[in-house]
């Protein structure tokens, strides 16, 4: 799997995880708003977001949940075990 490569602790930039995931990154602006209890990257002091291995798959998990299982946004928060938006 993509995560192989990223080795905990190393902070990466929202390019680096989309280049890795294969999300584009106004698609992971949007996952992180709509899964926001589940999807939380940290912020430096500049306010970019800094994604870790952690991130990146959970990022991978719930790209596998809508693209390969096929749900839909409602029903992969149900599947994560979060509340109806």
């Known amino acids: 799997m993509e995560e192989a490569h990223i080795m905990d602790g190393i902070p990466l930039t929202i390019n680096q995880v989309a280049m890795i995931t294969k999300v584009p990154k106004s698609t992971l602006r949007y996952w992180e708003k709509t899964?926001?209890?589940?999807?939380?990257?940290?912020?430096?002091?500049?306010?970019?977001?800094?994604?870790y291995a952690t991130?990146?798959?959970?990022?991978?998990?719930?790209?596998?949940?809508?693209?390969?299982?096929?749900?839909?946004?409602?029903?992969?928060?149900?599947?994560?075990?979060l509340a109806a938006a």
């Not at 390969?68 to 029903?75: H, L, R």
């Open 35 to 51: 899964f926001k209890e589940f999807l939380n990257p940290n912020r430096n002091e500049g306010g970019r977001r800094t994604y």
């Open 55 to 81: 991130d990146v798959r959970k990022i991978l998990e719930v790209k596998h949940i809508l693209k390969d299982e096929g749900y839909t946004i409602t029903g992969a928060r149900k599947k994560l075990g």
